[in-house]
């Protein structure tokens, strides 16, 4: 499916011919309920119906938290976020034309970031190869699975060498359905990234006083609220299997830190990271509107206090009709948003969303660890 330069920036990508192939997915009107049914339907459903005359592995089947946390949530939220984050990528993409931040030298190099990056989405062997490396991560994991590790409906009742034909297709489709569509998401990230990286490299027409602090980049930072569902659909991954682990093997409190720990931090620098590309940039902004702006401030502070705190000139004007306090005031404050700007075009908002999104999958995981009540107590605690 080629993308028609039309269409938004970042739509298609891995797994949409794939999609299109198997007839899930209409070129021109993608209809994610139908998509999501048909993945669930050949991820999930398939391994209820080959337990379902065995009761011991339908017990196991039914009792295991991460097969269903991963075909039942996080592969269909994977798929669901790719109608909320597309169209704001691309909206953000367009903005640095839109808000004037490519300067006309540049407008040839922009267009050129954006046809290699459509281009780079919607390959053919970009395509092929998240398909491939499912594949082949989806059968090492179960080749480097120990055996009795195993939860019982994937284990043939003739041996415990062999796989049920359960475990076969968790292995052959389940899986690879699913590392299709993270590894899919891993490639629009860094395409994102690599978008970025190029916008870097222009020479973007940046104010050290504007408002947002951030010399105009400020709005990049939308891309966290954007990249929020993906992010936890990857952690409802983490967290089935940590919480089917606690089930199994009763509650670990260090395990238990250390995966919220690795999941906070990858996902950080999975999707908050391609952000500090503009840090050189605004440092170097920085560096030029303190000692601008700085000075600007003192020439006029200086005039200010000549003019208003010299005794005689005091006397003879009235502080009320003049409108230089009103003035010098607001030139203070442009001046302040100079020395306050950031290095890094983020918000402290936009950056809770996405970890209170990256952590939530994790909170009953943590009920499992402590108690309701006794989680209750020590917030009551804190807000008494």
């Known amino acids: 499916m080629a993308v028609h330069s039309a269409a938004p920036l970042f739509a298609g990508g891995p797994p949409s011919k794939l999609e299109v192939w198997l007839r899930m997915r209409k070129p021109a009107h993608p209809s994610y309920t139908r998509e999501i049914l048909l993945a669930g339907t050949a991820a999930w459903l398939p391994l209820l119906l080959l337990v379902a005359f065995d009761a011991e592995a339908l017990r196991s089947f039914l009792g295991d938290i991460a097969v269903h946390a991963r075909y039942l949530i996080a592969l269909p939220m994977l798929m669901l976020a790719e109608s909320i984050c597309v169209p704001r990528l691309s909206s953000l993409a367009r903005h640095f034309t839109k808000a004037g931040l490519v300067i006309d030298a540049d407008r040839t190099k922009f267009e050129a970031a954006t046809e290699t990056t459509r281009r780079a989405l919607d390959s053919p062997v970009a395509e092929a190869g998240v398909i491939l490396l499912a594949y082949v991560a989806a059968i090492g994991i179960n080749r480097l699975a120990a055996v009795d590790m195993l939860p019982r409906w994937q284990i043939s009742a003739n041996g415990l060498a062999d796989r049920s034909p359960a475990g076969l297709w968790h292995v052959l489709i389940s899986m690879p359905v699913l590392l ?23 020479d973007l027409r940046l104010l050290a006083s504007h408002p947002d602090r951030c010399g105009g980049l400020r709005f990049v930072s939308q891309s966290l609220r954007a990249f929020s569902i993906p992010a936890a659909g990857l952690s409802v991954i983490m967290a089935g299997g940590l919480m089917d682990r606690m089930l199994r093997e009763g509650p670990a409190p260090l395990t238990f830190a250390y995966v919220v720990f690795g999941t906070a931090l990858v996902m950080l620098l999975l999707f908050a990271s391609p952000l500090l590309v503009f840090s050189g940039k605004l440092l170097s902004l920085w560096h030029k509107g303190v000692l601008e702006y700085g000075a600007l401030a003192n020439r006029v502070g200086r005039d200010f206090e000549r003019a208003w705190l010299d005794e005689g000139e005091a006397k003879a004007k009235d502080p009320l009709d003049s409108q230089a306090f009103s ?8 001046v302040a948003n100079v020395y306050e700007m950031r290095i890094a075009p983020m918000d402290v908002p936009g950056l809770l969303l996405f970890a209170g999104a990256a952590l939530l999958p994790f909170v009953p995981a943590l009920l499992l660890l402590v108690p309701v009540n006794v989680l209750l107590e020590k917030v009551m605690s804190v807000l008494l």
């Open 180 to 202: 299709i569509f993270v590894f899919g998401w891993f490639w629009r990230v860094l395409l994102w990234a690599r978008f970025l990286r190029l916008m870097s490299r222009l």
């Open 327 to 334: 003035a010098t005031t607001d030139l203070y404050q442009v």
